[in-house]
Nanobody
């Protein structure tokens, strides 16, 4: 059974940084894509970033230049480095895995999801 466990969320001041991690266990499929999404209270789950099986990266315009997605295939772990955080970045952040190596900006593309980790940016 595939499980994703996120960590690294917390409370940070405006302009601060956090690094989220997403560890995968129980994987039986080959090259895969990973994505990060976020959901603020009362809002839809939004795309943040994705990394393909060949490590191409894509970002939402709202985080481009501030966030960096990466992966360590040996550890089956993905990361989201978040710098210059703003109050509008406050949300629950979810990682997701697409069994295919492409991913997309659509949540429906992904096959597995983590439980989410809270990120709160104070002004």
């Amino acid at each position: 059974q595939v499980q994703l466990v996120e960590s690294g969320g917390g409370l940070v001041q405006t302009g601060g940084s956090l690094r989220l991690s997403c560890a995968i266990s129980g994987r039986t499929f080959g090259p895969y894509a990973m994505g990060w999404f976020r959901q603020a209270p009362g809002k839809e789950r939004d795309f943040v970033a994705r990394i393909t099986g060949s490590s191409n990266t894509y970002y939402a315009d709202s985080v481009k230049g501030r966030f960096t997605i990466s992966r360590d295939n040996a550890k089956d772990t993905a990361y989201l480095q978040m710098n210059s955080l703003k109050p509008e970045d406050t949300a629950v952040y979810y990682c997701a895995v697409d069994e295919a190596p492409y991913g997309s900006q659509r949540a429906q593309t992904y096959d597995y999801w983590g439980q989410g980790t809270q990120v709160t940016v104070s002004s």
